[in-house]
């Protein structure tokens, strides 16, 4: 079954402890990215990756890294968690990220953080 | 820049029909995409409209207006399991961002 897998669902932690948010997808889909879903203000993208190796800022990215070493993997990182960055995550892929009909964007479950 | 606004909220009748709109102000165009998210879920693919005019497919229709920088989402035959937010979301003209507006949450009443 085509998908896109994160690990977790849900998370609590305390300010300043580092963690990790997995995302795998097994469509062989070059693009993925990730978001952050807060009340009010809808999706807004954290990273994307165009291809292997290949990554670069959306439009929230202060406080996250990524890394691409594998195409079906896309890691999302918080060094240092904070409580403004408690928020519904979503990891999504798509065929590429050269935008025409069938690269519509399949999302993860979602992961939802709390930072306290 | 880029903007993307819809409605916040909008009601409607089961069996109804319901237009949802979205405006968009990006440079360049590489197409729009509707998405649906019900609460606490993951948004999933509704269209992609890259094209001026109508799209069908089934009870949901989307259409676009390039030089007016519009679109809607038409839902025809509203059932009740319609209820959720539909997101209306556009490339980043000469970038590899997609970019979502707030969202449209839908409530269908019996």
């Known amino acids: ?116 | 820049g880029q903007n993307i606004d819809q409605p916040t909220e909008m009601t409607a009748t089961e069996g109804a029909i319901v237009q949802i709109n979205c405006t968009y102000q990006t440079s360049g165009f590489n197409g729009l995409f509707w998405y649906q998210q019900h609460a606490g879920e993951a948004p999933t693919f509704l269209s992609y409209n890259v094209l001026d005019g109508l799209e069908e497919k089934g009870r949901f229709s989307s259409f676009l207006s390039r030089s007016k920088g519009y679109s809607y989402l038409l839902l025809k035959e509203l059932q009740m399991k319609d209820s959720a937010s539909y997101l209306c979301a556009v490339p980043l003209g000469g970038y590899n961002k997609l970019i979502f507006g707030a969202g449209t949450r839908l409530a269908v009443h019996p």
């Not at chain 1, 994307?48 to 406080?63: H, Q």
Request: include cysteine.
């Open chain 1, 1 to 116: 079954e085509a998908q896109v897998t994160q690990n977790p669902r849900y998370l609590i932690t305390v300010t300043g402890k580092k963690l990790t948010v997995t995302c795998s997808q097994n469509m062989n889909h070059e693009y993925m990215s990730w978001y952050r879903q807060d009340p009010g203000l809808g999706l807004r993208q954290i990273y994307y990756s165009m291809n292997v190796e290949v990554t670069d800022k959306g439009d929230v990215p202060e406080g996250y890294k990524v890394s691409r070493k594998e195409k079906r993997n896309f890691p999302l990182i918080l060094e240092s968690p904070s409580p403004n960055q408690t928020s519904l995550y979503f990891c999504a892929s798509s065929l590429s990220g050269s935008w025409s009909m069938n690269t519509e964007a399949f999302f993860g479950q979602g992961t939802r953080l709390t930072v306290v």
